[in-house]
T-cell receptor, first 114, second 117 residues
Framework: KAGVTQTPRYLIKTRGQQVTLSCSPI?????VSWYQQTPGQGLQFLFE???????NKGNFPGRFSGRQFSNSRSEMNVSTLELGDSALYLC?????????????FGSGTRLTVV | AQTVTQSQPEMSVQEAETVTLSCTYD???????LFWYKQPPSRQMILVIR??????QNATENRFSVNFQKAAKSFSLKISDSQLGDAAMYFC??????????????FGSGTQLTVLP
């Protein structure tokens, strides 16, 4: 059974640019969540999608957005990149967001903004 | 809002020995879920063990077990017979029940575990 796949693994962007990250969940998982991991702030929740609808959103500016497709694949977009957006972005999928099953994470996308 | 605290930024253990990682949390909810994840250098977060708050019995997964003290809001992880492959950053995480908009994990700051040969 394939795990959660995130692409690309690494990304270098310039301030002011925009970026799109992709996440393919485990087959059958309809819930996809995104987290930002930085040394200073730790792991912070960005948003969660279920059946193409955003169900929950963390405390991030509107530059951070996402969407989910009918096949449950999800993308997140960051516009007008800032240096502080440099982070590891992790995606997690779960069975309909049911906590007892836990979340399966991908290996993340390392974004560097220069 | 819920908070999760891991007071040990770094821990070390001798191979084959036992180590306990601490985690406390703050919540006003009576039902919730707790998790321990490990993050090796490969960056992927791997679920180690999970506990439902309504279950009094402590969860166990092979060499990994928890000591869940609901009244004290404490959720420690014990690793027995430590192996070199256990070296990683360990995160404690909290999640509210399925209702409302609380479907997110709140993480602690992590404990870096080193296993000494």
């Amino acid at each position: 059974k394939a795990g959660v796949t995130q692409t690309p693994r690494y990304l270098i962007k310039t301030r002011g640019q925009q970026v799109t990250l992709s996440c393919s969940p485990i087959s059958g998982h309809r819930s996809v969540s995104w987290y930002q991991q930085t040394p200073g702030q730790g792991l912070q929740f960005l948003f969660e999608y279920f059946s193409e609808t955003q169900r929950n959103k963390g405390n991030f500016p509107g530059r951070f957005s996402g969407r989910q497709f009918s096949n449950s694949r999800s993308e997140m977009n960051v516009s007008t990149l800032e240096l502080g957006d440099s982070a590891l972005y992790l995606c997690a999928s779960s069975l309909e967001g049911t906590a007892p099953y836990g979340y399966t994470f991908g290996s993340g996308t390392r974004l560097t903004v220069v | 809002a819920q908070t999760v605290t891991q007071s040990q930024p770094e821990m070390s253990v001798q191979e084959a020995e036992t180590v306990t990682l601490s985690c406390t949390y703050d919540t006003s909810e009576s039902d919730y879920y707790l998790f321990w994840y490990k993050q090796p250098p490969s960056r992927q977060m791997i679920l180690v063990i999970r506990q439902e708050a309504y279950k009094q019995q402590n969860a166990t997964e092979n060499r990994f077990s928890v000591n869940f003290q609901k009244a004290a809001k404490s959720f420690s992880l014990k690793i027995s017979d430590s192996q070199l492959g256990d070296a990683a950053m360990y995160f404690c995480a909290y999640r509210s029940p399925n209702s409302g908009s609380a479907r997110q994990l709140t993480f602690g700051s992590g404990t870096q575990l080193t296993v000494l040969p």
